[in-house]
């Protein structure tokens, strides 16, 4: 079944305590992308990486980090968890950008930080 | 940068009527459009996308309209059911870029 997967779903952590959310996905895209999605604000671009080792920032990379040593993979690291990070956060990938066509995205994991 | 504004944050309907959801972009460059709708404890997933070489585009009980010069984007949804009810979103980007900028999203509530 062709998904996109996040891990942990849900996390409670405090602030300054580093903490990875991994995304995987198994459709061979090479564009890979983390959102966020606060309330009143909709779906906010942290990163995005178009292929292996190319990442890129979006409208949002402060406070967080990400890597793509494989395709598959896409992990967005909190070096310093601060409780602005609270937030419930997407991975997504797609074939082409994100202006090419249909973003897959993950189901989320909901970052709570004390 | 694209500035996306989505209107209305919320709005309820009975089962049967039909939705309309409309967004603005600021980029003229912007040609692609999509839809996203999520449902409650679940990532966006697409419903329809338009281009801009076309001005409507429908499936099913879904369209999308585009006016390219005043720079709006509508969903129409007709006949709404109850698992309509969902969050939905528009979104504007150029295509072959890596970039989409969403909407803040329009939260639909059918009562049956």
């Known amino acids: 079944e062709a998904q996109v997967t996040q891990n942990p779903r849900y996390l409670i952590t405090v602030t300054g305590k580093k903490l990875t959310v991994t995304c995987s996905q198994n459709m061979n895209h090479e564009y890979m992308s983390w959102y966020r999605q606060d309330p009143g604000l909709g779906l906010r671009q942290i990163y995005y990486s178009m292929n292996v080792e190319v990442t890129d920032k979006g409208d949002v990379p402060e406070g967080y980090k990400v890597s793509r040593k494989e395709k598959r993979n896409f992990p967005l690291i909190l070096e310093s968890p601060s409780p602005n990070q609270t937030s419930l956060y997407f991975c997504?990938?797609?074939?082409?950008?994100?202006?090419?066509?249909?973003?897959?995205f993950g189901e989320g994991s909901r970052l709570t930080v004390l | 940068g694209e500035n996306v504004e989505q209107h209305p944050s919320t709005l309820s309907v009975q089962e049967g009527d039909s939705a309309v959801i409309k967004c603005t972009y600021s980029d003229s460059a912007s040609n692609y459009f999509p839809w996203y709708k999520q449902e409650l404890g679940k990532g966006p997933q697409l419903i329809i996308d338009?281009?801009?070489?076309?001005g409507e585009k429908k499936d099913q009980r879904i369209a999308v309209t585009l006016n390219k010069t005043a720079k709006h984007f509508s969903l129409h949804i007709t006949e709404t059911q109850p698992e309509d009810s969902a969050v939905y979103f528009c979104a504007a980007g150029i295509s072959g870029y890596s970039t989409l900028t969403f909407g803040k999203g329009t939260m639909l509530l059918v009562s049956p």
């Open positions: 997504a990938s797609s074939f082409g950008g994100a202006g090419t066509g249909e973003l897959f």
């Open positions: 338009i281009r801009s070489n076309v």
